[in-house]
């Protein structure tokens, strides 16, 4: 008996998740207690450590330690930006091109690490802490890769893994993955038609995307990638904030040794994290440089404001995305944070005010209940892995065609025009094929009706809101007034667009219950019929084409 | 609030199309999640949406079916089972007490515990201590000893084998009922005691022979697991009469036995019954007898046939010997006639020939006229009848030189056969 689990292996961390049978998923600690395991190898004379321990090994051998290297996969050296690796182990040329690392071993022998090889024991040891937790052999693994990894690239990890032992079973995107599991915790949200602003923010990397889901199908419509946003900024951020107060407490600079500076990062870090969780955090680090100790103490405002530069970095870059779309916030549902420093409270705040109350904010800031940002894309991958589990080879392959994964997507919304001439949509824009949805309405008091169908056409709404008055005392009127301005609140309507034909229904008792019904098959064929939610009652239908 | 259309407006009828739809856009979808895998299959096996819609319905009627008996227990316990002595509780209808009379011995364990907390519910002592009545706990003692005997799997067969109201009784034999309608349900019933499951239905009327004989054939050989301990004399527990204890139990034993076997004979005598009035029975044995006069009557065609054709061929036999008989002797009569033509002809042949000297006038060698004669007696007398015919056709109508000729050349012919010696020959030599 194997187990399928599934792994998101990102630059700075990776997780691995199990989904039982009845769709619980369980996020596997490895054997120091991480669930967000750092994708990190170290090197001490023959041994190798991983994780957090490999982590550790940053401040004082820090040139045998392996870091940021998920990026590098199937590239060669001359394609990528080795700049990521500066606090580890540099990246090096291989004689083939790649990327590979110097690792001094046992009495100063030198082993050229390529990433491959990286990558190969970074999954092992995966693999291994996912078999300790279970108690049962892995053979096989859901992998995340983000949406912007290159074809080479997977089939390149796809390769290493199954090498490893690893067998992947199917490689899927980041975003989609992180959705699907934030999805499949409310059954009811699964089949409603949203469309969701998934917003990655990783260690050295953001990735965002928008995408649409249809009646639980989801389509990406949108990606947006910034190298060189992440988390880290955010530790450099605080690590320059020590920095400078330990500069001028001590009148000693700690930026000139790199050890000092790791051992800077390092409690960065940890206090990021505390003062996500927290309101204040302490911060005290031995001989950070010339032997002295640091100690201080410093609260979320100091550190919020601290970090303002970086995380409007971030929302920025949300709202870029959406531009980019061609949307408005409004039009955005839900926006999903993922990636361990989206538990930044100024972050969800910040997209708070940025985006009107319709739309939800999912994080863990807002909702205790939420699944951890930096949990959520290796749930996503143990649900699919559990999904697909019992496919062979052949059949996942089969469902990875183009074909079925290339599908046609309706442009506009299609729907019917109610007694108040407001448009009423049945299937909504970005529904893929085949489509069946059916939409049931009344016919109030008339014995015969119209039912007109019509395609959607949207418009933007602005609506003003004054802002409300409030008394102010004399002194303070002038200097207020002109920072209240009206409030602008966008919003999209969809009216009634180009009429595409229209049915009738007669001989109708007064309120009895009709149903119309939309489907579009595969070849792109579009009936609509509308009948009486009765027995026997015949149905009237159309046609209609594409043009 | 749900949606109202407008009304028709008159002229606007009939399904019109009046514009095309958007050229859609292809985008690829993400391959994740359990409605993927569905549009994958729907696009690789090509279903419509609605023979889709009927292969999830199939994967999803066990499910539904669990959920049908929501209502179970609710029913309501008449006054009479209410007022029951619990002391007598053996008496009471126990499934009626859970508020299972419907389903009794269908009725699983899961819906027997539902059933229970439903009852005790609504007849706790202290709900209805609480509505007035103190000592109404009677019932509920009755709830509880139901529930008792029903998870226990022993006790519950023996209250089933005693549940009368779950019996169906037979159709009375002088009223007027449809067989099937009237036996299947006593036949269903009757079958739960089986030890061997599943129970063969009674069928239709359509159903084959070989159907009938197997279900009568299996209830030949019934074999029912049903118990009497259920009516059993409670045995008195207190050890001071050990004797009177000892009798009781023998007792019941011997009770059990008798009620084992008239219950045999009971079954015995419900299958001879539903045997004798099934009507398939009797239309299989009206079957199997035209089908025996039918095949006896083929059986005779056989012989019948085979008689007429010996008849047939011995009156053809007769016909054509008679025939035979007739053209034999035909036969006979014009080879005399012949014989006799033939014998007339070949006279008026050799008379020709002899006569043709004299008619040639010896060829003019009159002189010589006994001689030719001679020759020519000699010659006919020599030659046989197809030279006959030949030289008595050579020698009438034809000239003196013709006619010796003709004769010279029949006496060359017979001296080349060696049948004649020209030295005999006086003048044709």
Redesign the interface.
């Given at each position: 008996m194997s187990a399928v689990i599934g792994i998101s292996f990102g630059n700075t961390s990776s997780s691995i998740a199990f989904a039982n049978g009845e769709g619980k998923v369980e996020v596997i600690a490895n054997p120091d207690g991480d669930r967000s395991i750092p994708s990190t190898l170290a090197y001490v004379g023959e041994d190798e450590y991983h994780g957090q321990q490999a982590n550790a090994q940053l401040i004082r051998n820090s040139k045998n330690t392996i870091i940021n290297f998920r990026d590098f996969i199937g590239k060669t050296f001359d394609e990528v930006n080795t700049e990521v690796t500066k606090t580890g182990a540099p990246a090096i040329k291989t004689a083939d091109g790649s990327i590979g690392f110097n690792i001094t071993r046992q009495d100063g022998k030198v082993e050229v690490i390529t990433v491959a090889e990286a990558t190969k024991r970074h999954l092992k040891q995966l693999q291994n802490a996912a078999e300790d937790f279970l108690g049962k052999k892995v053979e096989g693994a859901v992998i995340t890769v983000p949406t912007d990894f290159t074809e080479a690239q997977r089939e390149e990890l796809i390769k290493l893994s199954n090498e490893t032992g690893l067998k992947v079973h199917?490689l899927?995107?980041e975003p989609?993955?992180a959705l699907?599991s934030h999805?499949?915790q409310k059954d009811e949200s699964?089949?409603q038609n949203k469309i969701y602003l998934v917003a990655d923010f990783g260690g050295i990397r953001s990735d965002a995307a928008i995408?649409a889901v249809r009646?639980?199908?989801?389509?990406?419509?949108s990606t947006l990638h910034d190298k060189e946003l992440g988390g880290d900024r955010l530790d450099e951020a605080l690590m320059e904030f020590f920095a400078k107060d330990f500069e001028k407490k001590y009148k000693v600079n700690p930026r000139t040794d790199a050890r000092s500076l790791a051992k800077l990062r390092s409690e960065s870090i940890v206090v990021k994290k505390t003062l996500s969780n927290v309101q204040s955090s302490t911060c005290s680090i031995e001989s950070v440089a010339e032997g002295i100790d640091y100690h201080t103490t410093i609260n979320r405002l100091r550190y919020e404001l601290t970090i303002r530069g970086t995380i409007s970095k971030m929302t920025g870059f949300v709202e870029k995305l959406v531009e980019r779309a061609e949307l408005i916030p409004s039009e955005i549902n839900e926006i999903l944070l993922v990636g361990g420093s989206s538990n930044t409270p100024k972050l969800s705040s910040e997209l708070r005010s940025l985006f009107p109350e319709s739309t939800a904010i999912i994080s863990p800031v807002f909702d205790t209940k939420a699944i951890l940002p930096n949990e959520l894309i290796c749930r996503?991958a143990a649900?699919?892995a559990a999904?697909?589990e019992s496919f062979d080879d052949d059949e996942i392959k089969?469902?990875?065609q183009p074909?079925?994964?290339?599908?046609?997507?309706?442009?506009?919304s299609?729907g019917?025009?109610?007694?108040?001439?407001k448009f009423?949509p049945i299937v909504v824009s970005e529904t893929?094929?085949?489509i069946?949805r059916s939409?049931?309405?009344?016919?109030?008091?008339?014995s015969?009706?119209?039912?007109?169908l019509y395609?959607g056409k949207k418009s933007i709404k602005e609506t003003v809101i004054e802002p409300t008055k409030v008394e102010y005392s004399d002194d303070e009127e002038d200097s207020s007034e002109e920072d209240e301005e009206p409030e602008i609140i966008k919003e999209v309507v969809e009216e009634c667009g180009?009429?595409?034909?229209?049915?009738?229904?007669?001989d109708l008792k007064p309120a009895s219950k009709?149903e119309i019904i939309i489907?579009i098959?595969?070849d792109?064929k579009?009936h609509i019929s509308s009948r009486e939610l009765k027995v026997g009652s015949v149905a009237?239908?159309?046609?209609?084409?594409?043009? | 609030m749900s949606i109202v259309l407008p009304s028709l407006p008159t002229g606007a009828e009939g399904p019109v199309v009046k514009a095309k739809v958007t050229t859609p856009v292809r985008r690829p979808i993400e391959p994740v999640g359990r409605y993927f895998l569905s549009h994958a299959t729907r696009t690789l096996r090509g279903h419509t949406w609605s023979e889709y819609e009927k292969l999830e319905a199939e994967n999803n009627v066990t499910a539904v079916e669990e959920n049908v008996d929501d209502d179970i227990g609710d029913e309501d316990q008449d006054e009479e089972l209410l007022e029951h002595d619990p002391r007598d509780w053996k008496t009471a209808d126990l499934y009626a007490v859970l508020g299972l009379s419907k389903l009794r011995w269908r009725a699983t364990e899961d819906q027997i515990r539902r059933a229970h907390r439903k009852s005790v519910l609504k007849h706790h002592p202290d709900k209805k201590s609480a509505s007035g009545g103190l000592d109404q706990d009677g019932f509920f003692k009755i709830i509880q000893k139901a529930f008792e005997v029903m998870l226990d799997p022993v006790k519950r067969r023996q209250f089933d084998s005693v549940d009368e109201n779950a019996d169906v009784k037979p159709p009375s034999p002088k009223s007027q009922y449809d067989f099937i309608d009237a036996w299947a349900p006593v036949f269903e019933a009757e079958g739960r005691f089986s030890k061997t499951q599943p129970v063969p239905s009674l069928g239709t009327m359509d159903s084959t022979k070989e159907e009938v004989e197997g279900f009568y054939g299996f209830w030949g050989k019934f074999d029912s697991w049903k118990t009497f301990e259920f009516k059993d004399d409670d045995v008195p527990d207190d050890t001071a009469n050990r004797d009177h204890k000892r009798y009781i139990e023998r007792k019941n034993v011997s009770n059990r036995k008798k009620l084992k076997q008239e219950d045999n004979k009971r079954v015995i005598a419900l299958i001879e019954r539903a045997y004798s009035e099934d009507p398939r029975i009797k239309m299989f044995k009206d079957e199997a007898k035209k089908e025996k006069e039918r095949k006896k009557w083929e059986k005779e065609a056989g012989s019948r046939k085979a008689a007429e054709e010996a008849a047939a061929k011995k009156a053809a036999e007769e016909e054509a010997a008679k025939k035979a008989a007739e053209e034999a002797a035909s036969a006979k009569l014009t080879g005399k006639k012949a014989k006799e033509a033939a014998k007339n002809a070949k006279k008026k042949q050799k008379r020709s020939i002899r006569g043709c000297g004299k008619d040639a006038d010896y060829f003019g060698d009159a002189g010589k006229a006994s001689d030719v004669d001679a020759d020519l007696d000699l010659i006919v007398d020599k030659l046989d009848d197809v030279q006959l015919a030949d030289v008595a056709a050579k020698v009438t109508g034809v000239d003196a030189a013709g006619v010796k000729s003709a004769i010279s050349a029949a006496a060359d012919e017979l001296a080349g056969a060696g049948k004649l010696d020209k030295s005999f020959l006086k003048y044709f030599s």
């Open positions: 199917q899927i995107n989609s993955s699907l999805l499949t699964y089949s995408i009646g639980g199908i989801l389509t990406v419509l996503g649900l699919q999904l697909i089969e469902s990875l074909i079925v994964v290339n599908t046609q997507h309706l442009v506009h299609i019917i025009k109610d007694a108040d001439g009423v893929a094929y085949p069946k939409l049931e309405v009344t016919n109030g008091e008339s015969s009706v119209l039912v007109e395609e180009e009429l595409l034909g229209s049915l009738s229904l007669k009709l489907n098959t595969q792109g579009l009237t239908k159309v046609e209609l084409e594409f043009k | -």
